[in-house]
């Protein structure tokens, strides 16, 4: 009786410990690091929100690995299975610690584009993820004494049968890397192609671009002919933009009056409509003669591509109302018949 409860303790023990490295994960996970996520919240300081949310599922991992080492210490393998099972919970801790370097770098770096220091795309944290695994891989290869020189000797002579299987997938790769580089495309600015599609750039991933149109659909454009086209970036040098109103008055209108109402009415809409640059002084400039009419522009100005619409309709809805005050005419098309009278008198 004696010798079988020394055995099912020999095996209860070990399996206890295990158990207790995944109960003390739990523990940490959901104590101490809820804890800590609170006192990060509370700093002004981001990366340390990003560090704490990045631990939360490694943790648990390094802790029932720790459970593991320690129940396999205590079973006292030959050492002929102690070494390959030590060589295996070595390897995945180095997964799980890159695992955790992976996750803190793709949340840093999705931080850093929220902060505006970084474009907001995926690519750039998909090409970090995707070299830290290769180092870890790496690293964790060399642990387990697979020496990585042939590795990388085998990979550059395959290089180029991937390079050309993969030859489309690595051009819009390097398009996007290209584009991004450049810095004259990023996340949330206003874009027309050649094509005439236009939208904001939602995302650069590694083979497209996604553009959001303004009803609310996607364009999906290739990196590489995002990065060969004529492009119209509307938000660069500056986010602000030009609007310029065509308008026509009736020939024989008093010209200096259909200006300074014409003023009046483009800086009230400057001033009060929403999305307008408060500061910018409307101008109108006449532009010559139409068939019946005198043409204009009225000139403002919006804060952002996107509100260009609502500054037309504001100022066409008040100019056409102040126009009818004033008594200022707005021409229609009119046509001078002459008829000729020997003809008219037989």
């Not at 801790?93 to 992976?102: D, G, H, P, Q, R």
């Not at 020939?251 to 408060?278: I, K, T, Y």
């Not at 919006?302 to 100019?319: C, P």
Request: hydrophobic content about 50%; charged content about 20%.
């Amino acid at each position: 009786m004696t010798s079988r409860f020394n055995e099912l303790t020999t095996y209860l023990v070990p399996a206890a410990t295990a158990l207790s490295g995944y109960a003390i994960g739990l523990l940490v996970r959901d104590t101490v690091l809820r804890r800590l996520a609170g006192l990060a919240r509370r700093t002004s300081r981001k990366w340390d929100d990003v560090l704490v949310h990045a631990l939360r599922g490694p943790v648990v991992v390094w802790c029932t690995l720790g459970g593991l080492y320690a129940a396999l210490k205590m079973l006292r393998f030959p050492a002929s299975a102690d070494h390959p099972l030590g060589q295996a919970l070595l390897v995945a801790a180095i997964l799980s610690v890159t695992w955790a370097t992976a996750r803190f770098a793709v949340q840093a770096l999705q931080q850093a584009a929220s902060d505006g220091a970084l474009p907001s795309v995926s690519l750039i944290a998909s090409v970090a993820a995707a070299g830290i695994w290769v180092v870890g891989a790496l690293v964790a290869l060399e642990r387990l004494g697979i020496s990585i020189t042939p590795i990388v000797t085998a990979l550059g002579v395959g290089g180029l049968a991937v390079a050309l299987a993969l030859q489309d997938t690595l051009a819009n790769l390097f398009a996007g890397l290209r584009v991004l580089a450049a810095g004259k495309i990023r996340s949330g600015d206003y874009l027309r192609l050649e094509s005439g599609q236009e939208g904001y750039v939602q995302d650069i991933s590694w083979a497209q671009t996604t553009l959001r149109e303004m009803p609310n659909s996607l364009i999906i454009v290739p990196n590489l002919k995002l990065a060969t086209s004529i492009t119209v970036n509307f938000h660069l040098p500056s986010p602000d933009q030009g609007v310029t109103v065509p308008v026509s008055v009736a020939r024989g209108s008093d010209l200096a009056r259909v200006e300074r109402v014409a003023v009046e009415v483009a800086r009230g809409v400057q001033q009060e409509a929403e999305g307008a640059v408060r500061d910018f002084e409307p101008q109108v400039r006449f532009q010559g003669y139409g068939e019946s009419s005198v043409d204009f522009l009225v000139i403002l100005r919006a804060a952002r591509y996107d509100t260009r619409g609502f500054l037309i309709h504001e100022l066409v809805r008040k100019l056409d109302a102040r126009f009818k005050t004033e008594g200022i005419e707005i021409p229609y098309p009119v046509r001078t018949v002459l008829l000729d009278d020997k003809r008219t008198n037989t």
